[in-house]
């Protein structure tokens, strides 16, 4: 009897103790978002239910640190929340990968880079047609 | 020579042997019955974790039933352990992922910089 109950015994707590990971899997509904959740998220109110579990849960993670930011840096989240959420997930991983790089520079040379591509960026502002990102087609 | 006895035989002759018992013999039979069975409620009653060889009153597994709680309990730790660590390591990933997000989404430099 003892031999016949003990795998059941070992799969249900094995179970038990997975399902954290079956929660977190689940998507979570706009509706269910707590205030300070929906304040730091608004720009995605209307998309929210579309998108992907995994993608809400590290937008949810984001929005842990949005009440500690600066409000110039605050606006910027915000605004940068639509264009985001649009990557795929590989852009986004190649995005992550990139800021860690980054990261990792000396202030100096973080700060010779970052003006480096300001100007790279005023340059292709001048001439549109080279954008790094396909602008909107024309009509 | 060997004769198959019925088990209505075996009944009569256990019944006829009992009759010749003297009372103390028969007494202490009785004792040993009612204690037999009061073990076995108690084992029954006895919640999972005494597969575990956990609970108080277990004491009464044989060698094989030990060996076998034993390496039950390594079982549901080394589980216990695995799931932990698995479920640790996710949450530092995502806790991760959520901070280099912030990073970007809040830069000075636009998100296509970091696409491109």
């Keep these: ?139 | 020579m060997n004769k198959q006895l019925q088990p209505e035989q075996i009944r009569q002759l256990l019944n006829r042997s009992i009759a010749q018992m003297d009372q103390p013999t028969l007494a202490r039979l009785r004792d040993a019955r009612t204690q037999a069975l009061a073990r076995h409620e108690a084992r029954s009653q006895a919640p999972a974790f005494a597969l575990a060889g956990l609970w108080p009153g277990h004491g009464h597994a044989t060698g094989s039933q030990q060996k076998h709680y034993h390496w039950a309990a390594v079982i549901l730790f080394a589980a216990c352990l695995f799931s932990g660590a698995a479920y640790w390591q996710h949450a530092n990933k995502e806790h991760d992922i959520g901070e280099v997000d912030v990073a970007i989404l809040t830069d000075d430099l636009p998100i296509e910089i970091y696409v491109d």
């Design chain 1, 1 to 139: 009897m003892i031999k016949a109950r003990l795998p059941g015994l070992i799969i249900c707590i094995t179970l038990l103790l997975q399902a954290n990971f079956a929660v977190a899997a689940a998507g979570t509904s706009w509706s269910q978002l707590d205030p300070a959740q929906q304040e730091a998220l608004h720009p995605l109110s209307t998309q929210w239910d579309t998108l992907d579990p995994r993608q809400q849960k590290h937008l949810l993670s984001a929005a842990k640190r949005y009440p500690k930011l600066t409000p110039e840096k605050k606006l910027r989240f915000q605004n940068n929340l639509p264009k985001w959420v649009k990557l795929t997930p590989e852009q986004r991983n190649r995005a992550r990968e990139k800021s860690k790089a980054l990261k990792k520079l000396p202030p100096a040379k973080l700060e010779h880079v970052k003006q480096q591509v300001r100007e790279r960026e005023a340059s292709k502002s001048a001439a549109p047609a080279s954008s790094v990102m396909p602008a909107t087609p024309a009509h």
